[in-house]
């Protein structure tokens, strides 16, 4: 893991300092809120429905087990006993009082985490893998060029006011888990004919309420020139982007717009007219960021575990835990294991403060000190033995955090909604509740097998509704919470925009209608084929008389 | 209103004209930049030093045929959310190599002191009330981590620079 020098922790220290400033002379009441505003959110504290909200960057979804003990402390010490893990990789606390939020960030920086650029129109945590430096489908470990990029885009002198927040993701595995095509730019690691190592750059990809999937407009940039491109692409960006209507800010209405030639054209001479300036780190500097994300030294062990195999076959549960939540690591004998926090019934992403402390023990235990999370609001201890799986298993079981969903339809992805969020429409958190309810029994879930839901409770689509096999959107129907149900979307490399299937539904309405979608599906598919690879077949019209009956 | 130094580099000072104001002979003005692209050589001649006062959405390339002429730039922000004024003053130091003194007008917050400075700003016009904060501002951070166009380079340089000396020596 990357670990600051002096310089990281004088800059983030700076900011708390600055933040003890600005939240002190908010309390004396020498600035008002609407000049607070600005300020807090600079520093990810947001005024929700009931209460502040700090948001805390895991900067691309990599934790060590100390910092996940130092979140957990937080949500002890200055909030309601738990925090909520966030579908861009970090995490919120949901009560803390103003007056404290200045000793958290300052918890937080003794750790080497912050709360910087998780809010407000500039470049925000960038995301990535969570299987990155693990996975067996990797080019290479796309981290030290997160690292890069966080570094180059916090407290940038240009690019702090843009005309929209603007997010960046990578991957660099053959199945894109970081969803880079519905990202402001989304970067692919790979490597070219001759071996050198490179970007495929996308640009204008988006969810809110104009869905659009990203275009490439590099097919292969070289490593050594990742900053002065990203400085190009925001150099137009910030210049020619809408600034008269917050639903036209975004890069890709501004790609729509110019068209993404144009934006490959204007991208380009820019880049050509700066590459020479000093933008670009020195190959030193990329060498020392690499460093620090080496491959743990991790013993080469067989992949037959007799006593996984054993337990497997006496406990089902065991088995269909073993089968969905780990995969394949670099290094024989081991796993990434993922822990999934959306138990049957319970809320998506929210972790207590118990759990964490456990999952930081375990990771200390099983997993070289390292913890990962997920854009799909879970855990992942990224390196262990295949022969610790049993004892690993129990122990999570033990404390609630065994579900073998991972992947499966009750893995669902719910933004905070009308439980939290001043701009929802309705809940979205019950909805997941009470299908995960619904479809309680791990051998239903494993039949139907992977089936992304993902719910919104508003058109700004945190919930990434867009992009869910079953998407479910939140609008308001003359003040009643009303659901839409859309169906075919993805957020891997197989980017589709999910299509509205007809009117919407009241609560219950909503989770009947998704188990008349899954019925259809379970009845039409084809040998081993996955339920978006159905729908794609078969198109709406099965679906739609299934769910709104012949009219 | 108070008037921050954020450079140190001398400030100036001028009389704003509209489009009917006279000018006085050898006075240092600053005008509209659509007034200037309009005026001929003998405005120029007449004034004793002129600056462009430009939105935030002025087009540089516009500014470029006058760059030689202009002796400072105002840049007006009806916003402290309106970044394009940071971009702007980074294309006339990166693009025009303008070198004369760049102010920021309108609305701006002490907390963007330092991104003002390192796109290229060298003064702020600011409310009485903000003028400290403004200057506490500037001097809360030493270190960066990018490279700008006022020749301040990245952190990543600076923890690298002795082996670059080394290399070169
Ligand atoms: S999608 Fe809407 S309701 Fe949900 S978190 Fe985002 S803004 Fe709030």
């Avoid at chain 1, 996984?308 to 394949?328: C, I």
Wanted: a negative charge; hydrophobic letters at 40%; glycine letters at 8%.
């Amino acid at each position: 893991m990357y670990a600051y020098d002096q310089y990281d922790h004088a800059l983030v220290n700076a900011r708390v300092g600055e933040f003890r400033d600005q939240v002190n002379r908010r309390l004396s009441g020498e600035l008002t809120e609407e000049e607070f505003r600005p300020l807090r959110l600079m520093n990810g504290l947001y005024l929700q429905l009931h209460a502040y909200m700090l948001r805390v960057a895991i900067p691309y979804g990599t934790l060590s087990a100390n910092q996940m003990r130092r979140l957990a402390h937080i949500a002890r010490t200055y909030d309601k006993g738990y925090g909520h893990f966030t579908t861009r990789q970090n995490v919120q606390f949901n009560w803390p009082k103003l007056v404290d939020t200045p000793d958290i960030l300052q918890e937080l920086a003794d750790v080497e985490m912050h709360a910087i650029q998780t809010s407000g129109n500039c470049i925000r945590n960038v995301t990535t893998d969570q299987f990155a430096g693990a996975a067996g489908d990797e080019v290479a470990d796309p981290r030290p060029y997160a690292e890069l990029l966080r570094q180059w885009s916090t407290f940038h002198p240009e690019f702090s006011f843009l005309p929209r927040k603007f997010k960046i993701a990578i991957t660099a595995a053959k199945e894109d888990r970081a969803a880079v095509k519905w990202h402001d730019i989304g970067l692919i690691l790979k490597q070219n004919d001759a071996g050198e190592t490179g970007f495929e750059v996308i640009v204008g990809g988006g969810m809110g309420r104009t869905p659009v999937i990203g275009k490439t407009i590099r097919d292969f940039l070289p490593e050594a020139d990742l900053l002065s491109y990203m400085e190009a692409i925001l150099r137009v960006y910030n210049e020619q982007g809408r600034r008269d209507n917050k639903y036209k800010a975004r890069i890709k209405i501004l790609v729509e717009d110019l068209g993404a030639e144009e934006y490959a054209r204007q991208t380009e001479a820019e880049w050509q007219a700066i590459r020479n300036n000093p933008i670009d780190v020195p190959a030193e500097e990329a060498a020392r960021i690499r460093a620090f994300f080496a491959p743990p030294r991790l013993e080469v062990l067989s992949d037959d575990v007799a006593e996984v195999d054993d337990l497997a076959r006496q406990n089902f549960l065991f088995a269909a835990w073993v089968r969905n939540n780990t995969g394949k690591h670099k290094v024989p004998g081991h796993v990434h294991v993922t822990i999934s926090l959306k138990p049957h019934g319970g809320i998506p992403g929210d972790a207590t403060d118990a759990q964490m402390d456990l999952v930081a023990d375990l990771a200390d235990q099983y997993s070289q000190g390292e913890i990962r999370v997920s854009h799909a609001q879970n855990l992942i201890l990224p390196h262990v033995a295949k022969r610790d799986l049993p004892a690993l298993w129990k122990t999570l079981d033990a404390a609630g955090l065994g579900a073998a969903n991972q992947g499966l339809l009750t893995d669902i992805i719910a933004c905070p909604g009308l439980d939290y969020c001043a701009l929802a429409n309705a809940r979205s958190i019950p909805i997941a509740q009470a299908i995960t309810s619904r479809f309680d029994d791990m051998k239903r879930l494993m039949d139907i097998g992977p089936l992304k839901i993902k719910i919104s409770g508003c058109i700004n689509a945190c919930g990434h509704h867009h992009a869910g096999h079953i998407g479910i959107l939140g609008v308001d129907r003359r003040g009643e919470e009303n659901y839409q149900l859309l169906l075919g979307g993805s957020g891997a490399e197989d980017a589709s925009k999910a299509a509205i299937l007809g009117p919407g539904f009241g609560e219950e309405g909503i989770v009947d209608a998704v188990e008349k979608v899954v019925a259809v599906y379970l009845g039409e598919r084809e040998d081993g084929e996955e339920f978006l690879a159905t729908y794609r077949r078969l198109g709406p019209a099965p679906f739609k008389e299934a769910v709104y009956g012949a009219r | 209103m108070a008037l921050v130094n954020l450079t140190g580099k001398e400030t100036g000072t001028w009389v704003h004209i509209g489009t009917e104001t006279t000018i006085e002979d050898g006075a240092v003005v600053a005008a509209p930049l659509a007034q200037l692209v309009d005026a001929d050589e003998s405005f120029f001649k007449a004034v004793g030093a002129v600056g462009a006062v430009l939105a935030t959405d002025a087009d540089w390339r516009a500014v470029a045929p006058l760059a030689n002429k202009l002796s400072f730039v105002v840049i007006n922000f009806p916003s402290f959310s309106d970044g394009r004024g940071f971009s702007l003053a980074v294309r006339l130091r990166k693009d025009l190599g303008f070198r004369g003194e760049i102010r920021a007008t309108g609305h701006t917050i002490p907390d963007q002191a330092m991104h003002l400075l390192r796109s290229g700003f060298d003064s702020v016009e600011t409310p009485d009330a903000r003028e400290e904060a403004f200057k506490a501002a500037v001097k809360r951070y030493q270190v960066f981590y990018q490279s700008d166009f006022t020749g301040r380079t990245s952190l990543a340089h600076a923890r690298h620079a002795r082996a670059e000396e080394r290399k070169a020596s």
